[in-house]
């Protein structure tokens, strides 16, 4: 089945570095990631749409100047959380749906990583 | 808001006992997933429903999606507790630009 690995699994990091988070799509090719942010007990929230080789389109109220996300290729995609501050501690979930050229894949199901917990303290 | 409606948001139940979990929108759905997911992992897709009224079975769990295809859900018969976990519907599809959007989930903890 298809796999997708994220990178790390837990990160722990101080107030004010950056951090990023690696997601790899790895028997199969994605042109769209999706980020997912979830908090305790609570459901996955989208943050933004990875495309590759174009710009991520965002969420309303995510901002992008401070979540950057790469899609540099057709099996990697990348989210960055810049000057992390305590309020950005959260579990980070990336998705991707198999790329099938010529077939509309809308209604594939998403393929989830295993998620990143990141802690700023 | 980007979610679903889903209720309950917490569920508590003893071993054997049945449960039913919604999960509603005001608009049309081109298709509805259900996911489980266990702490500090990601969602495990159950079942993808797509057409009005269709049930699909999954040993004890059954989906049911709605004729309106706005409304769909999940029950489980005699729960064990290995069904513990969060359950999550979502929506997706063209409409959505291929993004799935998630209910608010429903923490279920079957006691032994």
């Known amino acids: 089945g298809a796999v997708v690995s994220q990178h790390p699994s837990r990160v722990i990091c101080k107030s004010g570095t950056s951090v990023k988070i690696e997601c790899r799509s790895l028997d199969f090719q994605a042109t769209t990631m999706f980020w997912y942010r979830q908090f305790p007990k609570q459901s996955l929230m989208l943050m933004a749409t990875s495309n590759e080789g174009s710009k991520a389109t965002y969420e309303q109220g995510v901002e992008k100047d401070k979540f950057l996300i790469n899609h540099a290729s057709l099996t990697l995609s990348t989210l960055t959380v810049t000057s992390a501050h305590p309020e950005d501690s959260s579990f980070y979930i990336c998705?991707?749906?198999?790329?099938?050229?010529?077939?509309?894949?809308?209604?594939?199901?998403?393929?989830f990583g295993n998620g990143t917990r990141l802690t700023v303290t | 808001t980007q979610l679903l409606e889903q209720s309950p948001q917490f569920l508590s139940i003893q071993e054997g006992e049945n449960l039913t979990v919604y999960c509603n929108s005001s608009?049309?759905?081109?298709?509805l997933q259900w996911y489980r997911q266990e702490p500090g992992e990601g969602p495990v897709l159950l079942v993808t429903v797509v057409t009005g009224g269709e049930v699909k079975k999954l040993k004890r769990l059954t989906f049911q999606f709605g004729d309106a295809r706005k409304d769909s859900s999940l029950h489980i018969t005699a729960a064990q507790p290995g069904d513990t976990g969060l359950y999550l519907c979502a929506k997706g599809g063209y409409n959505q630009g291929g993004k799935l959007i998630f209910g608010q989930g429903t923490e279920l903890s079957v006691k032994p």
């Open positions: 608009s049309v759905f081109s298709s």
């Open positions: 998705s991707a749906r198999v790329w099938d050229r010529g077939r509309s894949s809308y209604n594939s199901p998403l393929h």
